[in-house]
Nanobody, 117 residues
Framework: QVQLVESGGGLVQPGGSLRLSCAAS????????MAWYRQAPGKGRELVAL???????NYGDSVKGRFTISRDSAKNTLYLQMDSLEPEDTAVYYC???????????WGQGTLVTVSS
């Protein structure tokens, strides 16, 4: 089965940077649409960044110009580079994958990012 494991979350000061990783297994990485979502306390889950199987990207309005989604196909790993972090970025961040062929999807367990001075 497909498994996604996030890492890299933690405490960072406003204006700082953090890089999240999502290690994927049980799938052919480059046939899946990959994404990062986040959920802040008391709020719904929102799309942060999307990466298609052919390399196209899409970002939520609140993170455009600050976050970058990328992948390393050889390592089957998805990344989210977060720069100029703000307290409003505080949330649990989730990795998501969906097969373009079968529609199979999977979620990671999440990693907590806290932006505070």
């Amino acid at each position: 089965q497909v498994q996604l494991v996030e890492s890299g979350g933690g405490l960072v000061q406003p204006g700082g940077s953090l890089r999240l990783s999502c290690a994927a297994s049980g799938m052919t990485f480059n046939t899946y649409r990959m994404a990062w979502y986040r959920q802040a306390p008391g709020k719904g889950r929102e799309l942060v960044a999307l990466l298609t199987s052919n390399g196209g990207t899409n970002y939520g309005d609140s993170v455009k110009g600050r976050f970058t989604i990328s992948r390393d196909s050889a390592k089957n790993t998805l990344y989210l580079q977060m720069d100029s972090l703000e307290p409003e970025d505080t949330a649990v961040y989730y990795c998501y994958a969906r097969s373009n062929r079968s529609g199979r999807e999977a979620w990671g367990q999440g990693t907590l990012v806290t932006v505070s001075s």
